[in-house]
């Protein structure tokens, strides 16, 4: 656990193929079921200060406690993603914490000195915020707020991946987040 944010819940993987990431994943792995978006509706997104309309398609999945983001971006919206593939490279980019108190945990960090890179939010009370810490690859943190339905669509991935056979719809949709 870190001493500074808690445990880690998720690590994110940047992909040129994310069908083809899914299948690896799933069947050498056995890590599933992936619960896919083609087209994340990511709002108020927001790199460098500048506002964007990024399409980045995402899978999600556990392995036990911790969740796997595979992350495919589909236009040249400015991103962390597409840094971290503009510098030749792939593969985990960031690992995130989650939290119930956003505001209070990133007014925390601000006051330590981490400097926001990238932010934006995905369903009600579902915001994140990305850091400019990536002093080793891998190493960018995000902090995810997990106290609407984003938080509730992430339990019920962990809980489908506990009685998951290895083999059946290894690829899912996302749940409608209105819905849940």
Known sequence: MSRHFGEIRQLGYVVHDIEAAMD??????????????????????????????????????????VQVELIQTR????????????AGRTGLQHVA?????????????????????????????????????EYHPGTVIELSEVAGPKGRMFDLIRETSKTWDGATDPVRPFPDLSKL
């Open 24 to 65: 690896y994943w799933s069947k050498t792995l056995g890590v599933g079921p992936w619960y896919y978006n083609p087209k994340v509706p990511i709002v108020n997104y927001r790199y460098d200060g500048q506002s964007y309309e990024p399409h980045n398609s995402v899978a999600l999945a556990n392995s036990g406690f």
């Open 75 to 86: 236009n040249d919206v400015p991103s962390m993603y597409r840094d971290f593939l503009q």
């Open 97 to 133: 914490y989650w939290t119930e108190s956003y505001d209070a945990d990133v007014e925390r960090l601000l006051e330590q000195g981490f400097k926001p890179k990238m932010s934006g939010e995905v369903g009600a009370r579902g915001r994140f915020i990305y850091f400019d810490t």
